[in-house]
């Protein structure tokens, strides 16, 4: 990359993950244009360097590629596709990345609808938490052409470490998908165990020092345990964004014909915690629903 004329980039969505990665970018020398519905969230980004727009489409003006990182799939259609949205200001030929994390069927709809307008286009999920965001350390499961990858490759460098071209579109949403599973059942053996703990009178702060370079460690354990153990819900994925995910593993098992019962179980303990009305808090939460299960007190 030109260091004198850096490549320009429009990032649409300005969240928990979005702001970080944006900075970012700033750090590795990109030009970067950022849009959100509330625009006060975008104020941190903007002084780091940034530049604010109003819309989807003023943000897209000029520049060479444009990556939404929102919520859902009518989220991402909308804000490309809707009033004033981000194909509307696109040049012919920029390159579209979508970070979010939706359905594969939808996102290779998305695809195909960018291609048909003459733009090209990479699906992005990403995982590794506003942790990995802030860090640059990000895991990102890419779907779509292998040269399209490989002109992003500055790009995916300057917000992660571990990316992988997993195929076609639809390919890195369902990696994504498996992940959501594989991440939700550790942390429920996270929580099993630590429930476990107290109900022997074990300070659950035990496990992390303890288990943490065993074959029980995990990244739940090491970054998510220490917050359990200290009551602190603050959310770095929330429960409500995670249950989103699991509807879209739901679907696309239906789709498959797979059966999943893990992330069936796991999916009804975090509807326990949406109906406490702590699904604004962190994923760990999952913690307070087995404790509830047990009648333990804090």
């Not at 969230?41 to 444009?66: C, H, M, N, W, Y």
């Not at 490309?80 to 012919?92: D, I, Q, S, T, Y």
């Not at 965001?133 to 571990?162: P, Y």
């Not at 975090?270 to 404790?291: C, F, M, N, P, T």
Request: proline letters at 4%; a negative charge.
């Amino acid at each position: 990359m030109n260091q004198t004329q850096p490549q320009r980039v429009a990032f649409l969505g300005m969240g928990l993950m979005g702001t970080r990665m944006s900075c970012n970018l700033l750090n590795a020398g990109f030009a970067v244009h950022v849009y959100n519905r509330t625009a006060s969230k975008s104020q941190g980004v903007v002084d780091a360097g940034a530049r604010a727009f109003e819309t989807p489409q003023e943000a897209s003006l000029g520049v060479d590629v444009i990556i939404s990182c929102v919520t859902d799939s009518p989220d991402v259609e909308q804000i490309l596709f809707g009033e004033r949205g981000a194909v509307e200001g696109a040049k012919p030929g920029s390159l579209f990345i979508d970070m979010s994390t939706i359905s594969p069927r939808v996102s290779t709809e998305i695809g195909q609808r960018l291609v048909s307008k003459g733009f090209r286009f990479l699906e992005a999920p990403v995982t590794g938490g506003t942790i990995g965001a802030q860090n640059g350390t990000l895991s990102i499961l890419v779907g779509g052409s292998s040269d399209d990858f490989l002109s992003a490759r500055s790009i995916f460098e300057a917000m992660g470490k571990n990316i992988t071209h997993c195929g076609p579109w639809g390919a890195g949403q369902g990696v994504k998908l498996c992940n959501q599973i594989m991440g939700a059942l550790n942390l429920l053996g996270v929580c099993e165990a630590m429930s476990l703990a107290r109900g022997l009178q074990i300070d659950p702060k035990i496990l992390v020092e303890a288990l943490s370079g065993g074959a029980a460690t995990s990244w739940a354990l090491q970054n998510l345990g220490p917050k359990i153990c200290a009551g602190d819900w603050s959310p770095g994925f929330m429960v409500d964004t995670q249950q989103k995910d699991m509807r879209l593993v739901t679907q696309a098992a239906e789709n498959a014909n797979v059966s999943l019962p893990g992330a069936a179980l796991v999916t009804q303990l975090w509807r326990s915690s949406q109906v406490y009305g702590d699904g604004a808090e962190g994923i760990h939460a999952l913690a307070k629903v087995l404790e509830r299960l047990s009648n333990h007190d804090r």
